[in-house]
């Protein structure tokens, strides 16, 4: 399993924490198999980036050659002088998980220990570093990112992380159905659904095809009342024991077809065979 943590929560729109760390745990010992910790800047490099900037303007130096030469003052030399943290300098905090994961996973394989398979938060930025540096991918059609691991890396298995799922799902269903007025409740049962589907299908131990199917059934269909045809791919479903199973939903009943069209569009998001992978 691999995570990033920030010493500044970030607000969903804003990450500007200073420092992050990315760890990774390993599957059978539970304990920290290898970790990065990131810092943007260092306090005495940053005052000597601002000096010679002020030395480089006031020598009639423009605002961008001015900035080139105060990193340039920034020599190995220099950071070798104090204890200086300093290695995500330039960069954003939100970059900082992708960074550590392709980081940890350089030195593993500098130790001999080859990562075959991850399990974190659905983040297309991390899956896009942990390729080989020869790789590039598009994220959202616009954004290239390009791979960080050596050339001839083995393919690294990513795994969605059930509880991150379910969080951006609950985040996508509060905003579209808000927890005050006629829809008040919709969003937790969705929330709530989509994670008894997933839970369900994992210990199943169904393929990502089929754990697809059921996860879209639990949206598209069970919470629309009809449980003939999905329900049935797996024993989650609460009204196969009990046909008197009200959901708490608005006056205890199922959701009509004006839902369909919204729960169509998580289920594309959150219930893809690439999630469930």
Same mark, same amino acid.
């Given at each position: 399993?691999?995570?990033?943590?920030?010493?500044?929560?970030?607000?969903?729109?804003?990450?500007?924490?200073?420092?992050?760390?990315?760890?990774?745990?390993?599957?059978?010992?539970?304990?920290?198999?290898?970790?990065?910790?990131?810092?943007?800047?260092?306090?005495?490099?940053?005052?000597?980036?601002?000096?010679?900037?002020?030395?480089?303007?006031? +020598?009639?130096?423009?605002?961008?050659?001015?900035?080139?030469?105060?990193?340039?003052?920034?020599?190995?030399?220099?950071?070798?002088?104090?204890?200086?943290?300093?290695?995500?300098?330039?960069?954003?905090?939100?970059?900082?998980?992708?960074?550590?994961?392709?980081?940890?996973?350089?030195?593993?394989?500098?130790?001999?220990?080859?990562?075959?398979?991850?399990?974190?938060?659905?983040?297309?930025?991390?899956?896009? +570093?942990?390729?080989?540096?020869?790789?590039?991918?598009?994220?959202?059609?616009?954004?290239?990112?390009?791979?960080?691991?050596?050339?001839?890396?083995?393919?690294?298995?990513?795994?969605?992380?059930?509880?991150?799922?379910?969080?951006?799902?609950?985040?996508?269903?509060?905003?579209?159905?808000?927890?005050?007025?006629?829809?008040?409740?919709?969003?937790?049962?969705?929330?709530?659904?989509?994670?008894?589907?997933?839970?369900?299908?994992?210990?199943?131990?169904?393929?990502?095809?089929?754990?697809?199917?059921?996860?879209?059934?639990?949206?598209?269909?069970?919470?629309?009342?009809?449980?003939?045809?999905?329900?049935?791919?797996?024993?989650?479903?609460?009204?196969?024991?009990?046909?008197?199973?009200?959901?708490?939903?608005?006056?205890?009943?199922?959701?009509?077809?004006?839902?369909?069209?919204?729960?169509?569009?998580?289920?594309?998001?959150?219930?893809?065979?690439?999630?469930?992978?």
């Amino acid at each position: 399993n691999g995570d990033a943590s920030w010493t500044q929560k970030g607000s969903g729109k804003r990450y500007n924490s200073n420092t992050g760390t990315y760890t990774l745990v390993t599957q059978h010992y539970r304990q920290i198999g290898e970790y990065e910790c990131m810092t943007k800047n260092c306090d005495t490099c940053q005052r000597k980036r601002k000096r010679v900037q002020r030395e480089q303007e006031a +020598a009639g130096k423009g605002k961008a050659e001015a900035s080139a030469a105060a990193s340039a003052a920034i020599t190995t030399e220099f950071k070798e002088d104090h204890d200086c943290r300093e290695n995500h300098h330039g960069l954003s905090s939100k970059s900082m998980e992708a960074t550590g994961a392709a980081r940890c996973a350089k030195r593993l394989y500098e130790r001999g220990v080859i990562l075959r398979s991850l399990c974190q938060d659905n983040d297309a930025t991390v899956r896009a +570093a942990l390729k080989a540096e020869t790789e590039q991918t598009k994220i959202n059609g616009t954004t290239t990112v390009k791979g960080k691991l050596p050339t001839g890396y083995p393919h690294i298995e990513i795994k969605s992380d059930p509880n991150h799922l379910a969080r951006g799902l609950g985040s996508d269903a509060y905003k579209e159905w808000p927890s005050q007025g006629r829809n008040a409740g919709v969003a937790a049962e969705v929330k709530k659904t989509y994670t008894y589907a997933v839970r369900s299908a994992l210990k199943e131990g169904k393929t990502p095809e089929d754990s697809s199917v059921v996860v879209r059934g639990a949206l598209e269909e069970h919470l629309l009342d009809n449980h003939e045809n999905t329900c049935s791919h797996s024993a989650w479903c609460p009204r196969q024991r009990n046909a008197n199973y009200k959901p708490n939903l608005p006056g205890g009943r199922y959701l009509n077809s004006d839902y369909k069209k919204p729960m169509t569009k998580l289920a594309d998001k959150y219930a893809s065979v690439a999630v469930m992978k």
